[in-house]
Nanobody, 120 residues
Framework: QVQLAESGGGLVQAGESLRLSCAASGDIFSINAMGWYRQAPGKQRELVAVSPTGGTTNYADSVKGRFTISRDMAKNTVYLQMNSLKPEDTAVYYC??????????????WGQGTQVTVSS
């Protein structure tokens, strides 16, 4: 059993910053990738940023230059530093991790989501 615990969402004004955190715990042998997705009301869930282990990070065009994803491998934790936030960044942000453990290989796992609201 693997769990992802997210934190760091909230209400900010346009131009301000937030930092999201997501820690994976449980039966973990390896983590293939960790990333962040978001879903705004009435819209589909979309990729924000992903950090493959040993690979190149990838960002949605809408957040390039403003958001930075980073990982602490020792803590099985991924962060999303969000700067210059815009009202259109308002969404529920979900942590995602692709994890291998006892009896399972590369299992996609989701966090519960954290609300980010940016007021104009």
């Amino acid at each position: 059993q693997v769990q992802l615990a997210e934190s760091g969402g909230g209400l900010v004004q346009a131009g301000e910053s937030l930092r999201l955190s997501c820690a994976a715990s449980g039966d973990i042998f390896s983590i293939n990738a960790m990333g962040w997705y978001r879903q705004a009301p009435g819209k589909q869930r979309e990729l924000v940023a992903v950090s493959p282990t040993g690979g190149t990070t990838n960002y949605a065009d809408s957040v390039k230059g403003r958001f930075t994803i980073s990982r602490d491998m020792a803590k099985n934790t991924v962060y999303l530093q969000m700067n210059s936030l815009k009202p259109e960044d308002t969404a529920v942000y979900y942590c995602n991790a692709v994890i291998s453990g006892t009896g399972y290989l590369k299992l996609p796992t989701w966090g519960q989501g954290t609300q980010v609201t940016v007021s104009s």
